[in-house]
């Protein structure tokens, strides 16, 4: 069973920056392609950010590009999210997800596409 554990939400001003973690339990976790979602109060579930198990290969929905950036470490079983230049419309909770993936170059963007999820860690963006 993977186990997805976020952390690093907060409360930040406006412009101000975040950085996310998400810790996996798991082994081989080289053969998970990872990615952040969020769900704001009143807002459908949005896909962030993905990437693939390599680091490669990203994905970035449109609100997020050229301020955000996920990476992950192998060797640490951690993948993350840099946030800058928060926005309050960004208030929300964000989760990471993963999944097997052997190609090494995939990303995925449909939330369906993962098996696992975090519990979430709770980002509020005050104006």
């Known amino acids: 069973q993977v186990q997805l554990t976020e952390s690093g939400g907060g409360l930040v001003q406006a412009g101000g920056s975040l950085r996310l973690a998400c810790g996996a339990s798991v082994r081989d976790f080289n053969t998970y392609a990872l990615g952040w979602s969020r769900q704001g109060p009143g807002k459908e579930r949005e896909f962030v950010a993905a990437i693939s198990w390599s680091g490669a290969n990203t994905y970035y929905v449109d609100s997020v590009k050229g301020r955000s950036t996920i990476s992950r470490d192998n060797a640490k079983n951690t993948v993350y999210l840099q946030m800058n230049s928060l926005k309050p419309e960004e208030t929300a909770v964000y989760y990471c997800?993963?999944?097997?993936?052997?190609?090494?170059?995939?990303?995925?963007?449909?939330?369906?596409?993962?098996?696992?999820w975090g519990q979430g860690t709770q980002v509020t963006v005050s104006s």
């Open positions: 997800a993963a999944r097997t993936d052997y190609s090494g170059t995939y990303y995925y963007t449909d939330a369906r596409q993962y098996a696992y």
